[in-house]
T-cell receptor
């Protein structure tokens, strides 16, 4: 399997612009997670889905952030409008509920810089 | 709610020396515990995990960790550090799999391991 795929790997944008991050989970996995990693706050869970349905979005920082999972093989995290404090590395991870060990498989991340 | 505390944001060892990275957890129910490693500019990958059974868990690259319930600890060790071990290490906890919310992992802040030649 190719693992979790994220695109783009790097994104540089200007404040106020819309940013869309994309994720393709491992085929067959039914859980998908979006994390944000910063020096100040470490690794934070933003939202996660089970069978394409959002289960817990309590980590989404503001209404400027939204996430969707239209099908089992694709998810997006959107920031509109973006702000400099959104600069971070965003990770997508997936897992299989039948694997009760809860191992999550991480993508390589998207490094977002908002100028 | 569960939580994880990693003692020491930065640990520096010499090549060949013992590696000890500390992790303490808080959980109201028996936890599942994980160590993940993150190499520069990469995502996290699983190093080892404890779910049930033997409390001494062996992982990849010669690492191991011991679950000590009485101390609420899950420290990561490696007898002899190698230059390639330089990375950031994250301890994480989840509280089982009954119910959707239990698939959440709560991560510690991470410990950056530096290995000196």
């Amino acid at each position: 399997d190719a693992g979790v795929i994220q695109s783009p790997r790097h994104e540089v944008t200007e404040m106020g612009q819309e940013v869309t991050l994309r994720c393709k989970p491992i085929s067959g996995h039914d859980y998908l997670f979006w994390y944000r990693q910063t020096m100040m706050r470490g690794l934070e869970l933003l939202i996660y889905f089970n069978n394409n349905v959002p289960i817990d979005d309590s980590g989404m920082p503001e209404d400027r952030f939204s996430a969707k999972m239209p099908n089992a093989s694709f998810s997006t995290l959107k920031i509109q409008p973006s702000e400099p404090r959104d600069s971070a590395v965003y990770f997508c991870a997936s897992s299989l509920s039948r694997d009760y060990n809860n191992e999550q498989f991480f993508g390589p991340g998207t490094r977002l810089t908002v100028l | 709610a569960q939580s994880v505390t990693q003692l020491g944001s930065h640990v520096s060892v010499s090549e060949g020396a013992l590696v000890l990275l500390r992790c303490n957890y808080s959980s109201s129910v028996p936890p599942y515990l994980f160590w993940y490693v993150q190499y520069p500019n990469q995502g996290l990958q699983l190093l080892l995990k404890y779910t049930t059974g033997a409390t001494l868990v062996k992982g990849i690259n010669g690492f191991e960790a011991e679950f000590k319930k009485s101390e609420t600890s899950f420290h990561l060790t490696k007898p002899s550090a190698h230059m390639s071990d330089a990375a950031e290490y994250f301890c994480a906890v989840s509280v089982g799999f009954s119910g959707g919310s239990n698939y959440k992992l709560t991560f510690g802040k991470g410990t950056l391991l530096t290995v000196n030649p």
